[in-house]
C-alpha cells in the first residue's frame, strides 16, 4: 500500500451527508486502484449537532481538521436555526481559520448534460470550461462593520496581500490552462478597493510578471450578465474576483452548466489544510427520498486528488463521471432526475471498474 491520506470527513446536514457517503464510495475505490488510501476521522457538526449539543465548531476542533491532509465537506444548514447561523458558524470559520483564500469553482460543459449555456451559445465543446477563482476570506466576508438600529455599515476590506496572493493564483492557473483570465471587479464605482488596487495590483502583475497571459478588465455586472449570455468568448477562459462578487457569479456559472448538481467546489490553502465541497446547500426538503444527485460531491472529490497530487486518479475519476454522463444515464441532477442517488454513484463505479480490465 503506498500513501495514506488523513482525511476529514463533515458530511453535514440533509442531503449533505447522502452526498458525502456517495463521494467516500467512489474515493476508496478510485484510492484502491491507485495504490493510496484514506483515513477517516468522521465529524458530525452541522446544524443537527449544533441543536443536540450547543456547538458549532470549537477551536480545539478546528485545530484537529488543521492537521488533516484535506478535508471533505457535505452542506449546513437547518431550518430550525436563524438563517445563516450554522453556515456562519462552522463552514466559514473552517475557511477563515485554516486561511483558505483560494476558493475555486470550475464549471464545465459535459457531454449528455442539459446546460443552458448550449441553448444561448451552441458552438461551444464539451469541455468548454469557466473557473471562477474567488478571493476566499477577505472583502465584505471579514464581517467588519456595525448597526446601530439606524445606520448599517459593513466594509470591504482587503490587505494589499491577500490581493497579490489571489491574483497570482489566478495567473499561475490561466498560464498553466493556457487561458485567458479576466478580472471582474467593479471599478467604476468602487475607487478604492477595486479601482486603486484590485485593477490596478492586476495590472502591474501581468505587466511585470506574467506578460505572457492574456488578461483583461471587466465590470462585474456586465460580466455576470451582458458577457456570459451574449458575448462569451469561444475559447475556455478564468475568472478572478472578489469574495461576495464571487460568490454571486458561481452561482450563475453553475446554473448555465448544468445547476448546482454539477457545481463542484475547493477551498484552498497551498500551504495547510485545504476542504472540498458541493456548492449546493443541505436542501431539508429533498433529504431521505434518495434522489439527489452525488455528481458535484464526487467531481469535488475529483478537485481534491488533485490537490494531493494524485492527478492520475482524479483524471480516472473525472473521466468516469464523464462517461457516464456522455451516456445519458444520469440525464440531469435534479430530484426528477428518475435515478436515485445510489445508482448514480453504482453506474460511476461500474464505470471506474470497466475502465481498469
Not at 450563475?252 to 448538481?261: D, I
Amino acid at each position: 500500500m503506498g500513501k495514506v491520506y488523513n482525511l476529514a470527513v463533515v458530511p453535514g446536514d440533509f442531503i449533505g451527508k447522502e452526498v458525502v457517503e456517495e463521494e467516500m464510495k467512489v474515493l476508496k475505490i478510485i484510492a484502491e486502484q491507485f495504490g493510496f488510501a484514506f483515513k477517516v476521522t468522521l465529524y458530525p457538526h452541522g446544524g443537527e449537532y449544533y441543536i443536540k449539543t450547543g456547538e458549532l465548531l470549537s477551536d480545539s476542533t478546528l485545530a484537529e481538521l488543521r492537521g488533516h491532509d484535506a478535508i471533505v465537506f457535505g452542506a449546513v444548514g437547518h431550518p430550525e436555526l436563524q438563517k445563516g447561523e450554522v453556515e456562519k458558524g462552522i463552514l466559514l470559520k473552517i475557511r477563515f481559520g485554516l486561511d483558505q483564500y483560494i476558493n475555486l469553482r470550475p464549471s464545465k460543459l459535459y457531454a449528455g448534460v442539459d446546460a443552458p449555456i448550449r441553448k444561448i451559445h451552441p458552438g461551444l465543446p464539451d469541455d468548454y470550461e469557466i473557473t471562477v477563482v474567488r478571493e476566499g476570506v477577505g472583502g465584505l466576508y471579514k464581517g467588519i462593520g456595525s448597526y446601530d438600529g439606524v445606520v448599517a455599515r459593513q466594509e470591504m476590506n482587503y490587505t494589499n496581500a491577500e490581493v497579490e496572493r489571489i491574483l497570482r493564483y489566478a495567473y499561475e492557473l490561466a498560464r498553466d490552462k493556457g487561458q485567458e483570465l479576466i478580472l471582474g471587479f467593479k471599478s467604476n464605482v468602487l475607487e478604492y478597493v477595486s479601482a486603486q488596487q484590485w485593477q490596478l495590483m492586476f495590472e502591474k502583475m501581468g505587466k511585470k510578471i506574467y506578460p505572457e497571459v492574456l488578461a483583461k478588465y471587466a465590470h462585474i455586472d456586465a460580466l455576470n450578465g451582458p458577457m456570459l449570455i451574449n458575448s462569451i468568448p469561444q475559447e475556455s477562459f478564468v475568472i478572478v474576483t472578489g469574495n461576495m462578487f464571487g460568490d454571486v457569479i458561481t452561482d450563475l456559472t453553475a446554473s448555465l452548466f448544468g445547476g448546482m448538481g454539477v457545481g463542484a467546489s475547493a477551498c484552498i490553502n497551498p500551504y495547510g489544510t485545504s476542504m472540498f465541497e458541493p456548492i449546493h446547500g443541505s436542501s431539508p426538503k429533498d433529504y431521505g427520498k434518495g434522489t439527489v444527485s452525488p455528481v458535484a460531491a464526487i467531481l469535488s472529490g475529483v478537485l481534491m486528488l488533485k490537490n494531493l497530487g494524485e492527478e492520475k486518479a482524479a483524471k480516472k475519476l473525472e473521466l468516469s463521471v464523464v462517461n457516464v454522463l456522455k451516456q445519458g444515464k444520469i440525464p440531469d441532477f435534479t430530484i426528477n432526475s428518475g435515478v436515485p442517488t445510489k445508482q448514480q454513484t453504482q453506474y460511476i463505479m461500474e464505470e471506474i471498474k470497466k475502465r481498469t480490465q
